[in-house]
């Protein structure tokens, strides 16, 4: 079975955090319309996620945080039917609307969904077109646009729930996953790999030396090959080593030569060929079993062009 799943649904275009606010519906919107006009969608089994249930949250999330989001929801509806604001802002760039909380629920859904494909046997990878993202929300916290750590759920049941021994996260987007670390930090289970601009946001970049961590910042405006070069030189004997199971990738297009939400210089057949390594990663330790969650990529042509390659490269299209 090499059958590459694509994973989305309707709650995440309903999920939206205010007039002009970068993270927007019209990023899915744009990737559909990319897959289906090249092709691609064709190429892809796609498939409905079930929303991930609170016990499975609490995998990577206090269960404080879970309610506090949960009650913020109820108190929006509440104010709203009263006269009062649309959304509730969590921090300056974070905010919720009265579908936020299902959708982030629907979100981390998918990443479980497709692990559970993967494992099963169904699908050789999977491609979660999901929102919010999760990589910047921490144990306790929700922040830089995101509620639930998607892959950090994914991974941690795909070792509690699957009984898998060893996993790899690899973190593609411009900004540091900081939540991601907050989780999976002296967790020897999972290698966490990413590169990352810095500095810039989140503040401080990478704050833990736990040595099941190969956060690597570069400087604004690196471009493809020393990119290339680092995940060569760094990344793959970790990886190698690490003989992750399955791999999950923190799938942010923000870095991209267009986004002007980073410096950095990547181009689509650099996510071609980072796609491919991982894949080679894939075929060597873990029967090809690749889950990708879509995090950053806020300049709407270049995230639905990079997407493409990068599924083209999963689905083999
Ligand atoms: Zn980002």
Excluded at 140 to 157: E, H, T
Excluded at 224 to 234: H, K, T, V, W
Excluded at 261 to 281: N, R, S
Aim: with cysteine.
């Amino acid at each position: 079975m090499n059958a590459t799943g694509y994973y989305t649904h309707p709650l995440f275009r309903k999920h939206e955090m205010g007039t002009g606010h970068p993270e927007c519906p019209e990023r899915l919107a744009a990737i559909d319309d990319r897959l289906l006009i090249t092709g691609v969608l064709d190429a892809l089994e796609q498939r409905d996620p079930t929303p991930a249930s609170v016990a499975e949250i609490e995998l990577a999330h206090g269960r404080m945080h879970i309610a506090a989001l949960r009650g913020l929801s109820d108190f929006l509806r509440e104010d709203i039917s009263a006269g009062g604001p649309t959304h509730y802002h969590i921090d300056s760039d974070t905010a919720i609307n009265t579908h936020s909380y299902q959708a982030a629920l629907m979100s981390a859904g998918a990443a479980i969904s497709a692990t559970d494909a993967v494992i099963a046997g169904e699908l050789e990878n999977a491609f979660c077109a999901a929102r919010p993202p999760g990589h910047h929300a921490c144990r306790d916290k929700a922040m830089g646009f995101c509620f639930f750590n998607n892959v950090a759920i994914a991974a941690k049941y795909a070792l509690e729930r699957h009984g898998l021994e060893r996993v790899a996260i690899v973190d593609i987007d411009v900004h540091h996953g900081n939540g991601t670390e907050n989780i999976v930090a002296g967790d020897d289970r999972i290698l966490m790999c990413s590169f990352y601009q810095h500095p810039f946001y989140p503040e401080g970049g990478s704050l833990s030396d736990a040595p099941n961590l190969l956060n690597v910042p570069v400087p604004a405006y690196t471009r493809g090959p020393a990119i290339r070069e680092l995940i060569e030189q760094q990344w793959l004997p970790r990886l190698d080593a690490h003989q992750p199971q399955l791999i999950f990738i923190s799938a942010g297009f923000d870095a991209h030569r267009e986004d002007d939400m980073g410096q950095l210089g990547l181009v689509e057949q650099d996510y071609a060929w980072i796609t491919q390594k991982l894949k080679e990663v894939a075929k060597r330790h873990a029967k090809g079993r690749i889950v990708s969650c879509l995090e950053g990529g806020y300049e709407l042509s270049s995230l639905a062009r990079s997407v493409e390659a990068h599924l083209r490269v999963l689905a083999d299209v």
